[in-house]
């Protein structure tokens, strides 16, 4: 949610940043802007998305060793060229980029306006430029100094970098809940949101920690906690290539990542799982085991996407190991004043490891003595590093806003320790358990397999892309997975789509089925096969577009259905993996077909760094 690059050094700071943003964009898109020194402060900023911006300061002067950027997913102000950033103070000597929420600022801004400061725009990065500005003056000290005492006063979440016309050599960035990569290169230093848009300049990095700051020149890096303390820099080696954050010949980033899937399956198994050896290897689980063995309950807490990973581990893991689970949104969860006791565990699932909500969620049940296990793509992410222990599933960097490769890695990791547990319990067969694991094994091959569905899903999709409304209708471990395939279509299309358990569909959505709505079935053969059979009939009865994914051979319902999709047969706990494919397919299509952006679908960010 907004990206932040910035850059000190002996390059050009402007086609450094510039290259950032849009590694970044997928963050968030209504604005960008940049501010370089060049003979004093130059600030660039412009409603839409980063080419907009480039397009405008082609053949400029945008010459500058020194400069800060930004992409915005707008929280505070409508998106328009006065609220994008960068910011700046009044005298224009500071600039400022700014993700994450100023939750005082109207209080810090009504003391403002009382001391004679003028606003351009509604945001709550404005008025702490100014809060820092005034803090300067009235204490007649360096702008660090200022930077410090103003985030003391500060209630929110935010990472900040600044820039000081004043002070050329120098950026100062501080971070509190939004995340802040520093990549170290040779006499120049990089800042970002994340590692993508620093990879291919360094692999050398450093995590900023939560209330720390860095004052950053070019061959210094210095890094502060809240009390001015001077800290030693962690400094990590980063493990991406850089092909992982391009498109590599595929249109959209989202098509890629579907079609990454066999890999990222793999890689998060990789390591793991030894079906041979009937064994299962979880590092993060090792030292853990005999916590799950002894829990009385489970709660996962996620949102979107991972929210329905969430629920298939629901099904697998009161399967196979009979603890109970518990599945809530994050945000629900926070507020709800929900029971948490001690020894209770709570697995988080985020692909980002930076969502705001799943992240003080997990904050809120740690202070209340619950063990946090975190399930996350991206190492060294808040979510990973706030919690006790969990696993990261190795999918690789995510760039399209829709989830795709995460989620099944999630659910190849969650399936993992769903049996590593239950095996370790006694609570499934050994037979049941090797056959899993086989079957686990096999998932890569038969992705692969779901894969070569992609011409005959882009007919189904032209067939229906018109279409006002979709009802995505799955049993059992099939019904996260509907769920899945409404969320995926409505994000990339703009088409409503509900996902429902097909025997809820009696009890209200029924009557919204007649010769218009297209009902995708996820109906492949599981224990519920029977019973969803004659929820495609009361379907059909009503005249409702039948589109039916089923298991290769499927006799019995290509006969009711409109459109058929054969995927392979897998046991109904490792089927969601499978059965996803087709409707992650589907969404981008018709979205495709509709001629939007599927990569930044509108009003939408990749990472959601705000409560
Ligand atoms: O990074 P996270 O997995 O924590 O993100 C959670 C959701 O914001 C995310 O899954 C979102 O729903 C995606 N746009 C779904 O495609």
Redesign the pocket.
């Known amino acids: 949610m907004c990206g932040i690059v910035a850059y000190i050094g002996q390059r050009q700071a402007y086609p450094v940043i510039l290259k950032g943003l849009k590694r970044l964009e997928y963050r968030g898109y209504d604005s960008a802007g940049v501010a370089i020194l060049n003979n004093g402060l130059r600030v660039y900023k412009k409603k839409g998305k980063v080419a907009e911006l480039e397009d405008w300061l082609t053949g400029m002067d945008m010459h500058g060793h020194a400069g800060i950027g930004h992409t915005r997913w707008a929280t505070h102000g409508e998106p328009n060229d006065r609220n994008a950033h960068p910011h700046t103070s009044g005298d224009q000597q500071l600039a400022i980029v700014h993700n994450g929420i100023i939750e005082n600022y109207a209080q810090l801004k009504k003391e403002l306006v009382k001391q004679g400061h003028q606003f351009n725009g509604e945001t709550d990065t404005e008025v702490l430029i100014h809060f820092i500005e005034e803090i300067k003056k009235q204490n007649q000290c360096t702008t660090e100094e200022a930077v410090r005492i103003a985030l003391k006063r500060v209630v929110g979440a935010y990472v900040i970098v600044i820039l000081d016309a004043g002070h050329p050599d120098t950026l100062i960035a501080a971070r509190k809940g939004s995340p802040l990569v520093i990549g170290i290169g040779k006499g120049e230093h990089f800042l970002a949101s994340d590692a993508s848009p620093i990879v291919e300049y360094t692999k050398e990095v450093v995590f900023v920690n939560d209330y720390e700051m860095a004052i950053i020149k070019a061959d210094e890096l210095i890094l502060k906690n809240s009390s001015n303390e001077v800290q030693t820099p962690y400094i990590q080696k980063l493990d991406i290539e850089l092909a992982a954050i391009e498109k590599g010949g595929f249109d959209h980033f989202m098509l890629k990542e579907i079609f990454e899937q066999p890999q990222t399956i793999f890689d998060s198994l990789r390591g793991r799982l030894d079906a041979g050896q009937g064994s299962v290897i979880l590092g993060g689980l090792r030292e853990y085991t005999g916590v799950f063995k002894e829990a009385q309950r489970i709660m996962i807490v ?6 329905h990973a969430g629920l298939v581990a629901e099904y697998m893991i009161e399967d196979l190991t009979r603890i109970p689970v518990e599945v809530e949104y994050a945000s629900e969860f926070r507020y709800r004043n929900p029971v948490v006791n001690e020894g209770d565990i709570i697995i988080a ?7 705001a909500d ?1 992240l003080v969620a997990m904050e809120s049940a740690k202070e209340k003595g619950a063990v946090i296990f975190g399930i996350c ?1 991206v190492v060294g992410s808040s ?1 990973s590093r706030t919690s006790h222990a969990g696993v990261f599933t190795h999918a690789g960097p995510e760039i399209g ?4 490769k ?2 099944t890695a999630q659910l190849a990791v969650l399936c993992l320790m769903a049996l590593k547990i239950g095996y370790e319990k006694d609570s499934i067969e050994r037979k049941r358990y090797l056959q899993l694991l086989h079957e686990l094994e096999l998932v890569p091959e038969k992705v692969e397999e779901a894969l070569k569905l992609n011409d005959r899903i882009k007919e189904i999709a032209e067939k229906y892309k018109d279409a006002r409304d979709f009802l995505y209708l799955g049993r059992g471990y099939n019904f996260p997975v509907a769920l899945e395939g409404a ?2 279509l409505k ?1 990339i299309s703009y088409i409503h789509a509900e996902g429902y358990p097909a025997a809820e569909m009696k009890h209200g959505p029924i009557a919204l089925v007649d010769e218009s709505l297209p009902v995708v079935f996820i109906a492949t053969r599981d224990a519920y096969y029977e019973k969803i059979l004659s929820n495609i009939q009361e379907v059909k009865a009503r005249k409702g577009k039948v589109i039916a994914v089923v298991t290769q051979g499927d006799k019995n319902i290509p006969p009711l259905a409109d459109d058929i999709i054969e995927v392979p047969e897998a046991d109904e706990l490792i089927a969601p993996m499978i059965n996803v494919i087709p409707l992650q397919l589907l969404a981008y299509h018709v979205g495709v077909l509709k001629g939007y952006d599927v990569d930044k679908p509108r009003n ?1 960010a ?3 760094t705000v409560e």
Not at 302 to 307: D, E, N
Not at 401 to 404: G, M, N, R, Y
């Open positions: 996620a949102c979107g996407t991972s929210w699932i985020s692909q980002s490891g930076e969502t799943t793509n979510i806003v829709a989830s795709t995460a989620f969320l995926k994000e939408l990749k990472s959601v």
